[in-house]
């Protein structure tokens, strides 16, 4: 049951049509930064693994088999080692995301307003994150102005971006943050599972190798 709700986060966390409206784009050669979905691929790796592996243990309790109890116990070792490695990953890259994410941003912004080369592209990716994620501009002052002379990358009303502070940059912090929330939430709560499993795993251990010495 564990393993079936970490699998339904992470693949609800993968296919969220914000991050896959934003993490899907393409300016002209680059593709934007995806590295959010390293997180997201362990953690639905670790859930199935988890199924399986409970399944492995309830089968091994119930026919008192310490071969099978034994295998559950390793296989929950290394499940815990890649949640701590995700752990790390996490905490290490967790303002590296949402800052790449930001730099493509700009970059797309930049040829939008300027009319470089390949600006309809540009202007496709921006529209995109202005819509995705209700927001314009990289910070307050071109939040406020942009849509005064470029209203076809965002709405009309710059008084109230002004006083919302609806900048891009800040939106997709809050956008990566909680997502990240929620998988750090995710990793701990499989942690401590795992580590309850593991303990029972070897009281089992222990009460089929002193039943059958008995």
Known sequence: LAGG??????????????????????????QAPNTFYVGIYILIAVG?????VGFLGCYGAIQESQCLLGTFFTCLVILFACE?????????????????????Y??????????????NNAKAVVKTFHETLDCCGSDIVTATFTPVWRDDLCRKDSLKSFFE????????????????????IAAVVVAVIMIFEMILS?????G???????
């Open 5 to 30: 709700i970490i699998l339904g986060v992470a693949l609800w966390l993968r296919h969220d049509s914000q991050t896959t409206n934003i993490l899907y784009l393409q300016l002209g050669d680059k």
């Open 48 to 52: 199935a693994v988890m199924m399986f």
């Open 84 to 104: 701590v490695a995700a752990g790390i990953w996490g905490f290490v890259n967790k303002d590296q995301i949402a800052k790449d994410v930001k730099q493509f």
């Open 106 to 119: 700009d970059q797309a912004l930049q040829q939008a307003l300027m009319g470089e080369s390949d600006a």
């Open 165 to 184: 502070n609806t900048n891009c940059h800040k939106k997709i912090d809050e956008l990566f943050s909680g997502k990240l929330y929620l998988i750090g």
């Open 202 to 206: 070897m009281v089992l251990c222990c």
């Open 208 to 214: 089929i190798r002193n039943s059958s010495v008995y």
